[in-house]
Nanobody
């Protein structure tokens, strides 16, 4: 069982930056990737980015070039650096531990979420 705790959300003006952190504890036999999802009001939850244990990353088209996902193995922490934020990035952001298999990412454990609000 993996326990995840997010931090770093808040209110920022458009064009600004935020860094989300996700501290993990416990272990999961099937875990080989880590990701961030987000959910805006009235919208479905969407995958923002994920990073595999080997370091390769994948991003949603809407955040490519603006967001960077990384993982510090020594600290067991995953980060999401968000630059050039837009009002449409406003959402609750969820960290997860998951499994990468056959070209797809499958979230297995979820954090509680952290609110990111971007004002115009």
């Amino acid at each position: 069982q993996v326990h995840l705790v997010e931090s770093g959300g808040g209110l920022v003006q458009a064009g600004g930056s935020l860094t989300l952190s996700c501290a993990a504890s416990g272990s999961g036999f099937s875990i080989n990737a880590w990701g961030w999802y987000r959910q805006a009001p009235g919208e479905q939850r969407e995958l923002v980015a994920y990073v595999r244990t080997g370091g390769s990353t994948n991003y949603a088209d809407s955040v490519k070039g603006r967001f960077t996902i990384s993982r510090d193995n020594a600290k067991n922490t995953v980060y999401l650096q968000m630059n050039s934020l837009k009002p449409e990035d406003t959402a609750v952001y969820y960290c997860n531990a998951g499994r990468y298999s056959n070209g797809a990412y499958f979230p297995l454990s979820w954090g509680q979420g952290t609110q990111v609000t971007v004002s115009s």
